[in-house]
């Protein structure tokens, strides 16, 4: 279990992390999201005691990082892939980690076979692709069987096969009973994966609950009703209190009913449907939602505010 109290850090007159305090849980994967220069990164850091506080503190099962005997034993870790030694092989990079926590040599292997590795574990790593690198970064972080799992963007420079292993791997691990905490910009995959958000802007906390429980508040969710009578349906569902919303094409946009009661209804008045289906906002759009007033940079459409640049005068 991971649990920070108060957790403040100052960068000079910049304000990073501004008391934040939540605990991460054993027995799910908890999301860790916020727009770029939230604080996400600094907060991990400060977790794994690279960073030091400026107040508040952070402990990993009541204890701080520094006070854990064979650290990598207890918390496994992928911030950054890139720290590997690019002139040792995947196999010594890993072997010298396990060395200096008094892990097994033969876990190397092990987890080498795991991360998919096993045919380039004598090559240099600086000559990896990105998401072999990334899956070495995995391996680091599952080299001491710990029942802490923190992942920085995991996915990163992954293929589709290897985002749909890191996805269960991590299921797998938080089934185990073990605490995984996982950052991530691509909401869509973070979606399929986290039962628990934590959710961060400019350095604060925004929001500590459920995924299903996020995208409910934070979202609209309605049902859309295509008809080609259309007014008559109107009349109908204004009859029975229901206000829905003209959407073009012959669509309605109803809250506040399900799609079992709208087509009972129009059943009841023999109203032919072409389409009856209900609505639920993505991640993406309820993180959209409770993160606009916190984004740090804001980019803006040519369409909207025309070009800011000219052509260069060939005359010139």
């Known amino acids: 279990m991971i649990e920070l109290e108060g957790l403040t850090k100052r960068f000079g007159s910049t304000l990073a992390v501004d008391h934040l ?7 799910m994967v908890t999301g860790f999201l916020g727009p770029n220069g939230a604080g996400k990164s600094t907060t991990m850091r400060m977790v794994l005691d690279l960073d030091n506080p400026t107040s508040g503190t ?25 720290a590997m030694h690019g002139g040792r092989t995947a196999y010594n990079n890993l072997l010298c980690l396990a060395q200096a926590n008094r892990i097994p040599a033969s876990r190397v ?3 080498l076979d795991v991360v998919g590795l096993t045919a380039v574990a004598n090559k240099k790593s600086k000559g990896f692709s990105l998401g072999m690198g990334q899956r070495l970064g995995i391996a680091s972080a599952l080299l001491g069987d710990p029942e802490i799992l ?11 096969e290897g985002i749909h292993w890191i996805r269960n791997l991590m299921k797998t691990l938080a089934s185990q009973g073990r605490t995984i905490f996982v950052s991530s910009h691509l909401m869509s995959e973070m979606a399929l994966t986290a039962d628990h958000l934590i959710v961060i802007g400019q350095g604060r906390l925004l929001a500590d609950t459920s995924m299903a429980d996020f995208i409910h508040q934070n979202s ?5 009703v295509r008809s080609p009578q259309q007014e008559r349906l109107r009349d109908i569902l204004h009859t029975a ?3 829905a919303v003209e959407a073009g094409n012959g669509t ?5 009913a399900t799609t079992e009661q709208l087509g009972e209804l129009a059943a009841q008045h023999r109203v032919v449907l072409h389409e009856l289906s209900a609505q639920r906002a993505s991640l993406e759009e309820a993180f959209m939602q409770m993160t606009a007033a916190t984004v740090e940079y804001h980019a803006h459409s040519t ?13 010139a």
């Open 21 to 27: 305090s939540f605990t991460v849980r054993p027995g």
């Open 58 to 82: 952070v402990r990993i099962d009541g204890k701080h990082y520094r006070d854990l005997q064979e650290p990598l034993r207890h918390v496994g870790a992928l911030l950054d892939a890139k």
């Open 109 to 111: 292997a092990e987890v």
């Open 150 to 160: 923190m992942f920085d963007e995991p996915v990163n420079g992954l293929d589709p």
């Open 220 to 224: 609209r969710s309605y049902v859309r």
């Open 241 to 243: 209190g229901i206000p």
């Open 252 to 256: 309605l946009e109803i809250d506040g």
């Open 303 to 315: 369409r909207d505010h025309g070009p800011r640049w000219a052509p260069r005068d060939e005359g």
